[in-house]
């Protein structure tokens, strides 16, 4: 049986590593700069993110030298630091790898943050991920022209039973069909973290998405900011 915990763990790796590479590369400092492998050495994919996804050790080593600079605030240096051990794979941070039997998935382009959701005090990252039908996972589930989506917020309690903060906003546009679809507690990972989902009548097409909103947990209610995908739904 797939496990979506385990899932939704190694769905977030790419899109965090997409965040820690527009930092890495954009906020990288002269140093940095001057060691970037020469331009057009080596595939700008293999410089950045291995096979699996993951940030290579040249991109891991920016990431590191850009989060300790002396003008990065204190918060913002933990959140990359977590959030590349995270896409890194170490201790308990990684999550396991993708199962070979998943469905067809598009992940949204990068992580969403909400502050003091976790205990109070601690950050949650939060991925997106939307699955055309015909697919049996995430429930509820997708038929063919339906799209579902999922979201988790790692290191968080259970989804609360009440819900209906959080929306994907979605157009689709080859049949120009639109509309707002409410994220619910679907019973996936009941122990945590909070995962919340729906599905869509989008119809088969060129999907674009963006989700955000108010995830209740069991022992609060965090507002993430939007993140936004393109889904191939053919």
């Known amino acids: 049986m797939l496990n979506l915990s385990k899932l939704n763990r190694r769905l977030?790796?790419?899109?965090?590593?997409?965040?820690?590479?527009?930092?890495?590369?954009?906020l990288a400092t002269p140093a940095a700069a001057q060691s970037a492998p020469p331009?057009?050495?080596v595939p700008m994919s293999s410089t950045y993110l291995d096979?699996?996804?993951?940030?290579?050790?040249?991109?891991?080593e920016r990431v590191r030298e850009f989060a300790n600079?002396?003008?990065?605030?204190?918060?913002?240096?933990?959140?990359?630091?977590?959030?590349?051990?995270?896409?890194?794979g170490y201790g308990e941070l990684g999550g396991p790898e993708l199962p070979t039997d998943a469905p067809t998935f598009t992940q949204?382009?990068?992580?969403?943050?909400?502050?003091?959701?976790?205990?109070?005090?601690?950050?949650?990252?939060?991925?997106?991920?939307?699955?055309?039908g015909p697919a049996t996972i995430p429930a509820p589930g997708a038929a063919e022209g339906q799209t579902s989506f999922l979201f988790t917020a790692l290191g968080t309690p259970p989804a609360a039973?009440?819900?209906?903060?959080?929306?994907?906003?979605?157009?689709?546009l080859d049949n120009l069909r639109?509309?707002?679809?409410?994220?619910?507690?679907?019973?996936?990972?009941?122990?945590?973290?909070?995962?919340?989902s729906?599905?869509?009548?989008?119809?088969?097409?060129?999907?674009?998405?963006?989700?955000?909103?108010?995830?209740?947990?069991t022992e609060s209610t965090c507002h993430f900011l939007p993140t936004a995908a393109i889904i191939d739904a053919r």
């Open 12 to 26: 977030v790796t790419g899109l965090t590593t997409l965040a820690l590479t527009g930092v890495g590369t954009a």
């Open 108 to 132: 949204f382009y990068w992580p969403t943050i909400s502050g003091g959701c976790i205990g109070g005090q601690g950050d949650a990252v939060a991925s997106a991920l939307a699955v055309p």
């Open 69 to 88: 600079q002396p003008f990065v605030p204190p918060q913002l240096r933990d959140t990359l630091l977590s959030a590349l051990a995270f896409t890194a």
């Open 198 to 217: 729906g599905t869509a009548d989008t119809g088969n097409g060129t999907i674009v998405a963006i989700v955000g909103g108010d995830l209740n947990t």
């Open 39 to 41: 331009a057009g050495s």
């Open 51 to 60: 096979e699996l996804g993951r940030p290579t050790p040249y991109l891991q």
């Open 178 to 196: 639109f509309g707002a679809t409410p994220l619910a507690n679907n019973g996936i990972n009941p122990e945590g973290p909070a995962t919340v």
């Open 161 to 172: 039973e009440n819900q209906g903060g959080l929306y994907v906003h979605w157009l689709n």
